[in-house]
């Protein structure tokens, strides 16, 4: 291993992600088709790397701002043999494999993470804190990150957390445009579209190992059946894309309610959520569907921008814990 203080470039280092949303092709990424995500750059997580010997030096302590994140803070070291649970393990087997990749002892660096995403929701908590914990480090190390390079750290820590990662989420918390994910690759979308996403918490935590074990019980057999559905599910994905480059927001919307329809089918929607795309859908939303592995977290609804306060209420009444609202105009084009 490489003395740490031979390669310090930094006092701290500091890394950022944001969260993402699935428009189309959730689960059946899994299975290798398309998938569409976005960027969600209204939800963030920063986070700080610094040697594990060293107190922050007076008047640099940036730990201070993450602090106030609204949903997690957490600071975690990388021995292997710390059997840290939940959000934390993911990012910190990413902060691993990163530090080996650079031969830095794990026990050297440590690692203290701010988020506003709402873990276990599917809005890519994970992902995110894993990909801003390992830029981090990165920039403590003075080490350059290639996108493709991050994108592999992220997935170690997804693979781990769910053992069947497709890698979308890993793809989109470092994307800065939406993008078209398939066979390990994120292409960017480009879109005209002029829309307004609103975004419901259900509530309840979802379950990612769990939903895709749900998932695989039909998608993994060698049914007829199972091949006709991921069939089914690649064409909605195709027009879903189709919609969106054209900038057609009903179109997508109708796509996606359809998408919905099939995950409900797969055993992955829960009464809450299908409630909730229903009120989305009866105050004139284009589409809503689930969004992320289902069995609880969110849903998104697609709307015309001066119709989403209308929705945004009606998912508050339909028993929304949360919504946020995004203009998708802004960085689509
Ligand atoms: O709920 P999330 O954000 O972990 O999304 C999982 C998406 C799945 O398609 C269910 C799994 C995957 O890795 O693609």
Redesign the pocket.
Known sequence: MTSTSARQSCVVGTGHAHG?A?LV???T??YGLP?IAIPLPGLTVDAVARFAAESPPPGRNTMRHILDREYLTCRFTCDPDDSTTGVQFGPAIAVRAALRRWMIDHDSVEVSVGSSIPPAR???S??ALAAAAVRAVANLLGESLEDRVLFELVQCG?QVA?G??????AATVIAPEPVWFEADIAHPIVSGLDAALVLADSGVG?N?RQ??EV?RNVLGSRRADARGLLAKAAAITECAVTALEAGQAAALGCQMTEFHAFLHKLGVSTARLDRLVSAALRAGAHGAKLT??GLG?CMLALTEPDNAAAVSAALADAGAQRTWTLPLGGWLR
């Open positions: 993402k699935t092709g959730e689960h990424a899994v998938a599917g809005l890519g994970s992902a997804k769910h069947r990662a497709s890698g979308v989420d979802g990612t939903a895709v998932a992320g592995a977290g």
